[in-house]
């Protein structure tokens, strides 16, 4: 299963930004990064490269299913 709120979560965290930061990067609702966190929402397709662009990480990392890969990823 893809991990993609985990990641998203791990990455916002490595950066430095709060929820309310990340959210506003993108231009959406700190209510919106929430859902993705908690795996209660996923984002859209469009927004993965915005997603990817502010990570600063390609796509295929955010839908790594391996939270312990991105986290390498990161790091590297």
Same mark, same amino acid.
């Given at each position: ?9 791990? %990455? ?13 990067? +993108?231009?959406? !609702? =700190? ?16 927004? %993965? ?13 955010? +839908?790594?299913? !391996? =939270? ?9």
């Amino acid at each position: 299963m893809i991990n993609i709120g985990k990641n998203i979560k791990l %990455l916002r965290r490595r950066t430095g930004l709060t929820q309310s930061q990340f959210a506003e990067s +993108l231009g959406i !609702s =700190v209510q919106d990064v929430s859902k993705w966190e908690n795996g209660k929402a996923k984002p859209q397709v469009d927004m %993965l490269k915005k997603l990817a662009i502010v990570f600063g990480v390609s796509v295929e990392s955010l +839908l790594d299913t !391996s =939270v312990e890969t991105t986290d390498k990823k990161i790091t590297n």
